[in-house]
Each structure stands twice: as C-alpha cells, then as structure tokens.
C-alpha cells in the first residue's frame, strides 16, 4: 500500500469540515422544532380536575351508580369521557368506588346477584366485593375496587379520579 491512502486531502478535510459543521448547525436548528412538536407529548398529564357530581342530599347509605363527564387531554387531542362511580354515605363519610372490576374490568354492579346481597358482583367471573369495595377472597379480584378522590362543595359531591386503595 502506498502511504498516499492514508493522507486526507485538503477536498476530503473540507468535506469532513463542512459536513461536520453542517451538522452541528442543522441539529442546532432542529432540535427547537423538535421540542416544540413534542412538547405536548412530554409533558406530565393535567391532573383531572374535580367534576361536580350530584347533590349530598341525593346520596344515601345505599350505593348508587352516579355517571358523569370528564375532559381528557391526550398531547393535543381534548376529548369528554362518561365515567361511572358508585356512591354511598356512611354518617358523614362518602364512599365513591369506581364499578370497574380489577380481575379484567367489566363492570360491577350493586345487590345484582340474588345469592349474594348487599354486595358488588361483577358477572363476567363472578367477582365479589364487600360494599366498601374490598374483593372477596377466592373470587377472581385480588384488589379492592378503586376509590374516587371527591371534595363536597357547596352541597354537591365532586369528583376526581379513581386510584387503587391507598393512593386515595
Ligand atoms: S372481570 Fe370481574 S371477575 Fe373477571
């Protein structure tokens, strides 16, 4: 091999050179434009604010299926969502759980299976909870049904989102 191979010439170094800082400019330049089309997608979630729900007055010892709207925003797209919760005063506590089963999230319901009163049953695996949302042992849930985080304001019930028991 001759030793000319391994020598850059100056066209190669200038090549090397400008594509080099070409680079370096271009990224420099891309980059603002890339944060800002990503901008939304990497922020943290908007915590969803409290939605007014129903009246305290409507709400009794008897779990009660309440729906309700919520805005979502999802990066750029905003959308309404129906929720449902199921909620019931014991004294002055509120309970709102959230019907969404945690074996594979069908939908429970209250008082809706004869041989199993004043309990939740979800009917796709006969999933049991007792009325405060604890899942019965040896049914298929092996979580209590999420509770809602609600404020009562003015005599009516809001609500926030479900989260697993102990985060709420
Ligand atoms: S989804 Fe509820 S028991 Fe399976």
């Not at 090549?15 to 939304?40: C, E, K, S």
């Not at 008897?62 to 750029?76: G, L, V, Y």
């Not at 849930?141 to 609600?150: N, S």
Request: hydrophobic content about 35%; glycine content about 8%.
């Amino acid at each position: 091999m001759s030793e000319k191979k391994h020598q850059v010439s100056r066209r190669q170094f200038l090549n090397y050179t400008l594509t080099g800082v070409g680079g370096f400019m271009a990224a420099g330049m891309l980059m603002p434009m890339v944060r800002f089309a990503l901008d939304p997608v990497l922020r943290p979630a908007d915590e969803t604010e409290l939605v007014q729900v129903v009246s305290v007055d409507e709400i009794t010892d008897e779990p009660q299926r309440f729906d309700f709207k919520i805005k979502q925003k999802d990066a750029w797209y905003e959308s309404e969502e129906t929720k449902s919760a199921w909620v019931y005063k014991e004294g002055d506590k509120i309970t709102a759980l959230s019907p969404v089963c945690k074996h594979l999230g069908c939908t429970v319901g209250w008082n809706n299976d004869p041989s199993n009163k004043n309990r939740f049953f979800c009917p796709c695996h006969y999933g049991l909870y007792e009325k405060d949302g604890k899942n019965v042992k040896g049914t298929p849930p092996l979580a209590p049904l999420d509770v809602y985080e609600h404020a009562v304001k003015d005599g009516y019930l809001f609500l926030g989102k479900a989260k697993p028991r102990g985060e709420a």
